[in-house]
């Protein structure tokens, strides 16, 4: 069993930052992607950025250049900068990761969620 534990969520103003953090615990060997994705209401669910083992990034385009995602892999955590908010940005966040659970098995595992609101 894996969990994911999420927190940095909140109420901001647009253009104002919020940092998420997601830690997983748990009986993995390791985690190869780790990242954030989003649904807002009424929508469905989006990649805004993961990380891969090995550090490379994918960002959605609307998240490229006012996110950053960063990775402690020693720590089973993940981070997302999110900068430069906008209403538009208003949704569920959940933390994702691709953990190894057996020689032979990968599974994908899912945060609870955490709210980002962002007022204009």
Do not use: H
């Amino acid at each position: 069993q894996v969990q994911l534990v999420e927190s940095g969520g909140g109420l901001v103003q647009a253009g104002g930052s919020l940092r998420l953090s997601c830690t997983a615990s748990g009986n993995f060997f390791r985690i190869f992607d780790m990242g954030w994705y989003r649904q807002a209401p009424g929508k469905e669910r989006e990649l805004v950025a993961d990380m891969s083992l090995g550090g490379s990034t994918n960002y959605a385009d609307s998240a490229k250049g006012r996110f950053t995602i960063s990775r402690d892999i020693a720590k089973n955590t993940v981070w997302l900068q999110m900068n430069g908010l906008k209403p538009e940005d208003t949704a569920v966040y959940s933390c994702s990761a691709r953990c190894q659970i057996s020689i032979s098995e990968l599974r994908q595992y899912w945060g609870q969620g955490t709210q980002v609101t962002v007022s204009s």
